[in-house]
């Protein structure tokens, strides 16, 4: 039920990268051929959530867009667990209201601040390509709410785009996942132009920050549980 095909970068660029209208209007398609293995992601992701998912508990997912995700775990849950997606674009929203009365999924969407909420207590966090997004000074902050708002062993499942701090190996990956992108049918002017919109706007971390600041966070363990070329999926317990 997606709407269109992305073509937001075939023209030029005037300003930095948005969760606007016209990204939320081909976002699910945009997700899908720029996140290599995005439809894996998300199944290790429902998997590892429904795991930690107790009858009656609280799963949040944090930057959850048109509600794909959500949409998928409700599909196989058998608890009477309440579902909640958390984002601050309209346009996402109004896309993630939609699916949801499409689907008849009993998830509940609200238009919310990830930095802000005021979250009960949880037994699963998730938050798939967005703590990215979070200006670097807040993301450890941000991380501290999400374990003090866990239940103990409660767990946090993050998929992060990843930087390599080998010079050598970070062009590679790019050159890599450049390469998948292309295979997307993006052109390698799409791809530079959406490169400079997103300068500033997302900011990757390697593997190991990821890690640390899980740590930092008050997660006793952290782990990668998925992972190609620049694109990492990450457990943190309590
Ligand atoms: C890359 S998308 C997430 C994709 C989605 N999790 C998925 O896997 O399909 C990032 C989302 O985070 C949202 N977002 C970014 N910063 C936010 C914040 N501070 N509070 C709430 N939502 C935020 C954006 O509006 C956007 O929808
Ligand atoms: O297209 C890119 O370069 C990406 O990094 C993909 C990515 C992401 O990782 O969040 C960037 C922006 C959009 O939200 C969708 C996907």
Redesign the pocket.
């Known amino acids: 039920m997606n709407d269109k095909n992305d073509k937001v970068f075939t023209k030029p660029i005037k300003k930095q990268?948005e969760f606007d209208e016209e990204v939320a209007a081909v976002f699910d398609d945009?997700?899908e051929r720029?996140?290599p293995f995005y439809k894996e992601s998300q199944k290790i992701t429902k998997f590892f959530a429904l795991k930690n998912l107790r009858e009656d508990g609280y799963l949040y997912d944090l930057g959850c867009s048109t509600a794909s995700l959500l949409i998928e775990i409700h599909r196989d849950l058998h608890a009477k667990a309440t579902l909640i997606g958390l984002d601050n674009s309209k346009a996402m929203l109004a896309r993630a209201t939609r699916k949801i009365e499409a689907f008849g999924a009993d998830v509940d969407v609200q238009e919310a601040d990830i930095l802000q909420y005021d979250y009960k207590e949880a037994d699963v966090f998730i938050s798939n390509?967005t703590l990215?997004f979070v200006r670097p000074l807040v993301r450890e902050e941000l991380l501290k709410k999400i374990a003090a708002s866990l239940r103990e062993e409660g767990v946090f499942i993050f998929s992060e785009?990843v930087i390599s701090h080998h010079s050598k190996l970070n062009k590679d990956l790019i050159e890599c996942y450049y390469d998948f992108?292309k295979e997307q049918g993006y052109s390698e002017y799409e791809i530079m132009q959406?490169?400079e919109a997103?300068e500033n706007v997302?900011v990757p971390y390697s593997e190991e920050e990821n890690m640390t600041m899980a740590k930092n966070a008050g997660f006793s363990h952290c782990e990668v549980i998925f992972r190609w070329a620049n694109f990492a999926t990450f457990i943190a317990i309590k």
């Open positions: 990268f945009m997700l720029s996140v390509y990215q785009k992108k959406k490169r997103l997302l």
